[in-house]
Every structure is written in structure tokens, then in C-alpha cells.
């Protein structure tokens, strides 16, 4: 592990896949904590630093989108995954899919993940307004 390894929160509420996702950032190098949903993630947002966040987008309580428009309302620099499922489009929630860094769709490739991340650690933007990498 890297002498000061980058924080990643990953939020899902499907804990197969977020243990999946927790495990392969973990073994890249990254400390890594999880939520099962946006309210929780949310509450570790607010009392926690963190240099990512990975976070699916629908789930019950607080949804992804509902996270990411409480996020940039705070002014909270987080660059931001979204990880979604091919039925749930963008019209929801319009300004909060212009505020996500990458979209990725489910199912996606691992190293489209690891990619992403790795970019945005390191400063490098995608695209403004977020890039799908399916």
C-alpha cells in the first residue's frame, strides 16, 4: 500500500457488489469505506475526508442522484462515479448527471473502474459533466 493512500467511499446497496468494488480499490492501493445507501454515505460525507466517491444510483432512502445534488449544493470538491443500471436514464435529477465525473453502466468492466479512478486520484478530469465508459 502507498505511504498515504487515497480515501474512497463506495456506496451500493447490493452488498455483493459492493464488496466487489471495496475490494478491488482496496487492492489497488486505496483506503476504502462503504455505505449501503446515500443517507449513510451521506453521514460519512459530512464527518469523514474523503478523494472519491463510487456510488451506484438507485437505491432506497437516498438515492445516488439525491447524494450527488447534496454533495455539490455543500460545495463539496469530491469528484464522483456513478455506477448505474441501463434502465435508469437521466432524465431524473437532470443537474445532478452533469455534476458525476464518470457514469459507468452496469454491468461494467473492472479496469473501466480502475481506470477512472486512477484518473481522477491524480487530477485528471474525464470530461466535464461526466463521460460514460461503458
Known amino acids: 500500500m502507498e505511504p498515504n493512500p487515497k480515501r474512497i467511499l463506495?456506496?451500493?446497496?447490493?452488498?455483493?457488489?459492493r464488496r466487489m468494488v471495496a475490494t478491488i480499490l482496496k487492492r489497488a492501493g486505496n483506503f476504502v469505506q462503504t455505505a449501503e445507501d446515500?443517507?449513510?454515505a451521506w453521514e460519512a460525507l459530512r464527518?469523514?475526508?474523503?478523494?472519491?466517491?463510487?456510488?451506484?444510483?438507485?437505491?432506497?432512502?437516498v438515492s445516488g442522484l439525491v447524494l450527488v445534488d447534496r454533495i455539490r449544493s455543500a460545495n463539496f470538491a469530491l469528484p464522483i462515479i456513478m455506477i448505474s443500471g441501463a434502465s435508469e436514464g437521466s432524465r431524473a435529477f437532470?443537474?445532478?448527471?452533469?455534476?458525476?465525473?464518470?457514469?459507468?453502466?452496469?454491468?461494467?468492466?473492472?479496469?473501466?473502474?480502475?481506470?477512472?479512478?486512477?484518473?481522477?486520484?491524480?487530477?485528471?478530469?474525464?470530461t466535464p459533466g461526466g463521460r460514460s465508459m461503458d
Open 10 to 17: 463506495v456506496v451500493d446497496d447490493d452488498a455483493l457488489v
Open 94 to 126: 437532470p443537474d445532478a448527471w452533469s455534476q458525476v465525473d464518470v457514469h459507468l453502466s452496469k454491468p461494467f468492466e473492472l479496469t473501466a473502474l480502475l481506470t477512472a479512478v486512477t484518473r481522477l486520484l491524480a487530477g485528471h478530469p474525464i
Open 47 to 61: 464527518t469523514g475526508t474523503y478523494s472519491l466517491l463510487v456510488t451506484d444510483c438507485n437505491m432506497p432512502r
Open 38 to 40: 446515500g443517507e449513510s
